[in-house]
């Protein structure tokens, strides 16, 4: 056993276990899978070059050493033989269509060109391989939507040929999606390939992932956690999907399954939960209680089959229809099966408590506004191995309807629109539509309610620790902080600030001198949900995506995995990750799909719960986001998601709710658009109300970067007053939480009385209370730690080489101007200039920059180092159109050294770089 305290070896093991956990197979005609030892097999598909380990954005910024693909698994395979001639006239190909990047932020396309396949080539394949898989390769991402057109949702032509040549040719034939989110499968159908599997995108291992699962390591066990259904029009959010200015959630609660499986059984090609395995199982019910609170299920699932292999066994309820309507079905529990050997059998608990089985009345019908309520009528309960194919296991009869919680309205909304509602005719339901009840009180008579009052108190110099020590009271400690230091402690500062780890997405707590003098370090927070980002060039681990982790359904071994995570951020000091994402699958269009779960609550909810439940065994953590109802990409900023009370609590906030309450979430973020006629930033219904009060939740609670605040609409200026007033605890980012870098009206709206001391040292408090808790403040009292001492001592130095250099010599006053083109700012590659200066000393260099994008909130991170040492970073943001001068001081150089630039991504511009004595 490795001694290591971070080791990453085990690291590497569970990303691979917990890729192959994850795919699902859908397809498997005469048992073509798995693959023999001594297959040959002929590899088809161009993403044999690109593996996408995740989608694009924020989210997928994890630099890595190496990406193990599908081609680079199979081919350091020796129980398998790839097509090396095949594979030669792709590299040709390849060579003359390289990877088309797009420009800037958020264009790389959602597909890469296909070498065409002819019927001829695909026969002579034929010929020397047993089987052919071929690789279908998607991406989308941050700003970017899937589309319903060809190279995104759909197939391209091209790749629709290949399958036809392909399966025309082969007898046996394997199509692998690495994509971050369903597509459209209708050509299995056409072109009837033997197997078909969604391999997802997988991070850094994915390629081992797919191996293990197509040669039997790891017996399929991936389960759908979406319907996939024939067209996208079925989908009943499609209608409203992609709007800039508005999106009205008139499906209200019947998302995914809950939809398909109520009114259109017809239109799914595979159902919510499906998924094949290499072996068969059956379930027996054993037993069936009806509990004090809810009930529980024991059934027996037996491996009947030939092979080991885990089951995924899902409950369900059906709920009366009563007055509020119901989905035919709802999953209420989930339980992963251990691996069982052929003729294996275990027992499996499962249960379903009241919070499973109540319903949200936001307008009165059952007679209790504002209540969740169990309405009177039978409960069936259904274990089976997806929504379609289960058994029934019980039910319990509720005797007339009844309050389980009273709550009261929140979030409603004020915009009139119809929401749809089952009606049952001639024994089917049918979809009929009525009008969505709306707000009776405005979130601003909710805060002046409920407003706080002041902590008082005289400046005894108490430092935070001693809030630590127990020697005053965090009360005691806020109430001595300035006006001043309460409107700076809620500003956090990036990206990439120079006073954390560097290339990281925000800095918060101490960023001003006085908040340092009080004892308030500064803590670090970086992406993502697919791993650490780190825009320094940093290397991390890149993780599978959330949507293929869901998919294995397996959440200890999410849990194992986020173990690890944490420990990658105690090693890169960073106290906080961004992620997890958890917003629904409600579209499959949507772009960040990938890093999110599910279309059903339940299974984003305890993934995200198991991901921070893993983190904190090290004592770091993760922000759920984006809170909440980011449901497209498209117009983000400020698109207005209008949704009753029910769907809002029911369905969107449900899986949030989970994460603070089974996972202890300690920060959310929430997002850039509106919901109901507020910027969630500034939604006191959604941060104080629902996620405080109701819910529990004590940690903090951070703004998207750069996000808008106040009612929906265009601002002159930055609403901080009202993010701060909703308890939105820290805008993030600024330049410069003193300066006021972002002309924020937080200071003027104090002095006004529109937000109080009270208020402000509220959310100070919740900064204060978090960073106590986690490893920065440990490491800054300086009192030691013997994790923190053994993953120091592994320290590992960054190490690159220039992929171009460019020599310069400066000219006898030593100021010099270099065209731009000298450092070109592509995506992931180290630039140099080799300076020769006259004489040794201090020099200042001047780039001149912009960033070059349509999309507002772009972010465009460089770093330059000097001598391989990291000298600065800078970050463009998508506002950053006119060019500017960066200035960076290079101390103490020597008479020859190398300037180095490392850009994240591309899309900055350099007009020319000044170096000067200074
Ligand atoms: C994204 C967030 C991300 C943040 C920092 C935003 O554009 O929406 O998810 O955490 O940037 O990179």
Not at 903 to 917: N, S
Request: overall charge negative; proline content about 4%.
């Amino acid at each position: 056993m490795s001694t290591l305290a971070f080791d990453k070896e085990k690291f590497r093991s569970l990303l691979r276990r917990a890729v192959a956990e994850g795919v699902t197979l859908l397809k498997n005609d005469g048992d073509v899978l798995p693959l023999a030892e001594g297959t040959k097999i002929a590899l088809f598909g161009r993403s044999q070059f690109n593996y996408y380990k995740s989608g694009t954005g924020s989210g997928g910024m994890v630099n890595v050493k190496e990406v193990v693909g599908v081609y680079e698994a199979f081919a350091s395979d020796p129980r398998f033989t790839l097509d090396a001639d095949l594979r030669k006239t792709y590299e040709e190909w390849v060579a003359d269509h390289p990877f088309d990047n797009g420009v800037g932020w958020a264009s790389e396309p959602w597909f890469q060109a296909e070498m065409p396949i002819t019927a001829d080539l695909a026969k002579k394949c034929a010929k020397k391989s047993d089987v052919a898989i071929i690789l279908i390769g998607r991406t989308a991402g941050e700003d970017q939507d899937n589309r319903n057109e060809r190279g995104s949702y759909l197939l391209t032509e091209e790749e629709e040929k290949m399958l036809e040549a392909v399966t025309g040719a082969f007898k046996k034939t394997v199509v692998l999606l690495n994509v971050g989110n369903i597509i459209d499968m209708n050509w299995v159908a056409k072109y009837d390939p033997s197997a078909v599997a969604y391999i997802w995108q997988g991070g850094q291992e994915g390629g081992y992932g797919a191996l293990a699962v197509v040669a039997g390591d790891v017996n399929p066990c991936g389960r759908l956690t979406d319907t996939i259904a024939y067209d996208i029009a079925d989908y009943p959010s499609t209608a409203n999907f992609g709007g800039k200015e508005r999106n009205f959630q008139q499906e209200d609660i019947y998302v995914g399954y809950r939809y398909f499986e109520t009114f259109a059984k017809d239109r799914v090609l595979y159902p919510f939960g499906y998924g094949i395995s290499y072996t068969e199982f059956s379930i027996a019910e054993n037993s069936f209680h009806e509990e004090k609170s809810g009930v529980k299920a024991v059934v027996s699932v037996k491996n009947v089959g030939e092979r080991a292999g885990r089951q995924v066994v899902q409950f369900y309820v059906s709920k009366p229809q009563g007055m509020l309507g119901q989905p035919a079905i709802e999953l209420v529990d989930f339980v992963k099966t251990p691996l069982l050997a052929p003729g294996e059998s275990c027992n499996v608990e499962l249960r379903a408590d009241e919070d499973r089985l109540v319903s949200y009345d936001d307008s009165g019908v059952t007679g209790h506004k504002s209540a969740y309520v169990m309405e009177q009528g039978t409960y069936y309960f259904y274990a089976g191995f997806d929504v379609r194919s289960n058994l029934e296991v019980g039910s319990i009869s509720v005797a007339e309807t009844n309050v389980i919680k009273q709550m009261s309205e929140a979030m409603a909304p004020v915009e009139p629109f119809e929401r749809m509602k089952p009606e049952f005719v001639d024994g089917a339901y049918r979809v009929t539509y009525e009008s969505v009840p709306l707000a009776t009180v405005t979130r601003e008579q909710h805060r002046e309610w409920d407003l706080p009052t002041e902590w008082k108190g005289s400046d005894m110099g108490w430092k935070l620790v001693d809030v630590y020590d127990h020697k005053c009271s965090m009360e005691q400690f806020i109430a001595q902080l300035s006006d001043q230091d309460l409107i700076c402690i809620v500003r956090g500062e990036g990206m990439s600030s120079p006073k954390v780890t560097p290339g990281c997405g925000g800095a918060f707590g101490g960023v001003t001198d006085s908040l340092l003098e009080k004892g308030i370090p500064v803590a670090c927070c970086s992406d993502g949900p697919s791993g650490i980002r780190m825009d320094s060039g940093r290397i991390a681990f890149s993780m599978p995506n959330g949507a293929c982790l869901a998919a294995s359904w397996d959440l200890a071994l999410v849990e194992d995995l986020y173990e690890m995570e944490g420990l990658e951020l105690r090693k890169n000091k960073i106290d906080v990750l961004l992620g997890p994402g958890m917003n629904l699958h409600r579209n499959p269009l949507n772009g960040r799909n990938f890093e999110y779960f599910s279309e059903d609550p339940l299974v984003t909810g305890r993934n995200a719960a198991a991901q921070l439940r893993g983190m904190h065994r090290n004592n770091v953590t993760g922000t759920i986001k984006h809170f909440a109802m980011n449901t497209q990409e498209s117009g983000r900023y400020s698109v207005e998601h209008i949704a009753s009370e029910r769907a809002i609590r029911q369905i969107y906030l449900k899986g949030f709710e989970i994460a603070v309450k089974e996972g202890r979430a300690k920060a959310v973020m929430t997002t850039y658009g509106t919901v109901n006629g507020y910027y969630t930033s500034s939604d006191y219904d959604l941060v104080t109300r629902i996620l405080r009060s109701e819910w529990g939740f004590r940690g903090i609670v951070m703004t998207d970067w750069w996000a808008k605040g106040g009612v929906a609409g265009p601002h002159d200026r930055l609403d901080m007053a009202s993010i701060i007033r909703a308890q939105n605890d820290l805008y993030m980012v600024c330049n410069n939480a003193e300066q006021n870098t972002n002309w924020d009206n937080l200071e003027e709206e104090f002095n006004k009385g529109n937000v109080t001391r009270a208020e402000l040292q509220r959310s100070a408090a919740n900064i204060c209370r978090f960073i106590l808790d986690k490893p920065v403040f440990n490491r800054y009292i300086d009192r030691g730690n013997r994790l923190d001492m053994r993953l120091a001592e592994q320290k590992e130095e960054m190490e690159f080489s220039y992929d171009h250099v460019e020599k310069v010599t400066l000219n006898a006053t030593g100021e010099t101007v270099v065209p731009g083109e000298a450092l070109p700012t592509v995506r992931r590659t180290y630039n140099a200039l080799q300076v020769k200066a006259p004489k040794a000393g201090d020099y200042k260099l001047t780039l001149v920059v912009r960033a070059e994008t349509d999309h507002e909130l772009a972010q465009f991170p460089f770093t330059i180092f000097r001598n391989q040492d990291l000298i600065q970073m800078v970050t463009l943001k998508g506002t950053d159109k006119e060019w500017r001068p960066v200035d960076i001081l290079l101390n103490g150089c020597d008479k020859k050294f190398d300037i180095a630039l490392f850009c994240a991504m591309d899309g900055a511009r350099i007009r020319e770089i000044v170096l000067q004595p200074v």
